[in-house]
């Protein structure tokens, strides 16, 4: 079975600055893809970014880009210049072959102005 | 284009009534997931369906749980009868049934269960 660990409940940042959000997942599975999804106060689930595993290039979406380390399993989300509107709760999630989401517990990021 | 449409988004009902939740997938999409959202457990699949057909449900807690997929563009969730710990935030997700495909979320049903 798949795990998917964030291990920072809660973090913020000043706005226009740089954050990175961490994730870990456990997985036997050599092929898969992870996802950054992002849920305001509105609470609708918003996909920000997606990474797939055979892939060695990082993903990037405009000011969203992340840093997956498949041997290490790790797959961190960095937002640069924060925008008061990236305030939100942020879930790493991982896709196996058994096509079911696993998420993380959540990271609920502040941006201050 | 119309995304994952759920109904209704809030509901509160007493303890011991039934409680349907409603989902209507994107046009095209062939997979159809329930999820639920709580303070305790985060977000945790419940069931999903392939073309119609119910693929995994593991994930449904109990007997007083059961979805449906008539058709390809519904798809209900019933609670009967429903109590106070069923109250949680209700997401339907739809995808195209190729693996590991992007899933959208719906807007999600509060329920509150009194």
């Known amino acids: 079975a798949q795990t998917v660990t964030q291990s920072q409940p809660e973090m913020s940042v000043q706005e226009a600055e740089t954050v990175t959000l961490s994730c870990t997942y456990d997985t036997s599975e050599s092929n898969y893809y992870l996802f950054w999804y992002k849920q305001p106060p509105s609470r609708q689930m918003i996909l920000v970014i997606r990474?797939?595993?055979?892939?060695?290039q990082n993903a990037t979406e405009n000011r969203f880009s992340v840093n997956f380390q498949k041997a290490a399993k790790s797959f961190s989300l960095k937002i640069s210049d924060s925008q008061l509107g990236d305030t939100a709760m942020y879930f790493c999630?991982?896709?196996?072959?058994?096509?079911?989401?696993?998420f993380g517990g959540g990271t609920r990021l502040m941006v201050k102005p | 284009d119309a995304g994952v449409i759920q109904s209704p988004r809030h509901e509160v009902t007493e303890m011991g009534q039934e409680v349907t939740l409603r989902c209507k997938p994107i046009s095209g999409h062939n997979s159809l997931f329930w999820y639920r959202q709580t303070m305790m457990r985060g977000l945790e699949l419940l069931i999903y369906f392939n073309n119609n057909v119910p693929i995994d449900d593991s994930g449904m807690p109990e007997d007083r749980f059961s979805a449906k997929m008539p058709n390809a563009s519904f798809s209900t969730l019933k609670i009967q009868p429903s109590e106070p710990r069923d109250s949680a935030v209700y997401f339907c997700?739809?995808?195209?049934?190729?693996?590991?495909?992007?899933?959208?979320f719906g807007p999600g049903t509060r329920l509150t269960v009194l």
């Open positions: 999630a991982f896709i196996g072959a058994g096509n079911m989401l696993t």
């Open positions: 997700a739809s995808s195209k049934r190729e693996r590991y495909n992007e899933q959208f």
């Open positions: 990474q797939e595993a055979y892939k060695q």
